[in-house]
């Protein structure tokens, strides 16, 4: 089973890859680049999307757990120059690390994904941002021709799964089709069982054993390293990349899935 990153880690980790994100946006020939990763989204896009993000999240933490989503007063709009872009993402990363230090891992506050096995906390957000922004920081590398796919540790990437499956997987919504189980298996010695059934979709931490030693035998699997893992759930790179098994179907199904918030 894995142990999620301690809160004071994660904040830290929002603040590198956050850096990083922005040393590959200045290392661009311009804003206009493509984004290979989101097609229909420049390189302006992406730094636009991120700092609006960051914004928003930091404003509903900072609303406490009385609040729905809320959305940031007053804030700029992010800005047409190279400097002064960057300037306001790392402004805007900055606001939700402050929000994020006042309200401390455990008070509660608004999420989308309170259907989830995720608990509705800003520690769980912290989770949650460091996570999508170590993928955008891949979109924004990817556009410059300097991705670094496993510039993240084991155990970073390894939350990465868990907070994927946990949050973006796991739901109250019925499964529309035959109950099924899926395994994700990462190399490095983690393994995740999904279940599927009219009651949801429920993650279950397998014991720390060889891989695919699981106590009951799954309809389909998955695996790969945690960073491969990382990527193909989250769209970076395709699911073939990985090493399938079993009932391939039962994938497709799993990927074209849109369970009710």
Known sequence: MTTPLEFAALLRLIDERSTA???????????????????EWTLFDLVQHLGEGRQAWAATVAAGPA???SAPEGAPAAPQGREALLDWSAASTQQLLDA?????????????WGASQSPQ???AVARYQFQEI??????????????????????VALDGVDEFLSTCCAT??????????????ATEGHSWHLSLSSDGARITHLPTTAVGEAPNAPDASLQGTAGELVLAL?????VD?????????LLDLLWAWEPEA
Do not use: M
């Open 21 to 39: 994100f922005r040393a590959a946006v200045a290392a661009a020939p311009s804003l206009d680049a493509q984004v290979p990763t989101c097609p």
């Open 67 to 69: 609040a729905a989503k």
């Open 100 to 112: 994020l230090r006042e309200a401390g891992p455990d008070r509660g506050c608004w999420t989308w």
């Open 121 to 123: 906390t800003s520690g």
């Open 134 to 155: 170590a993928v955008h920081t891949y979109d924004a590398q990817l556009a410059v021709g300097a991705p670094h796919p496993q510039s993240l540790p084991d155990e």
């Open 172 to 185: 109250t919504s019925p499964w529309p089709h035959k109950p099924a189980a899926v395994a994700t298996h």
């Open 234 to 238: 989250y769209g970076r790179t395709p």
């Open 241 to 249: 990349s990985l090493k399938l098994d079993g009932n391939r179907r």
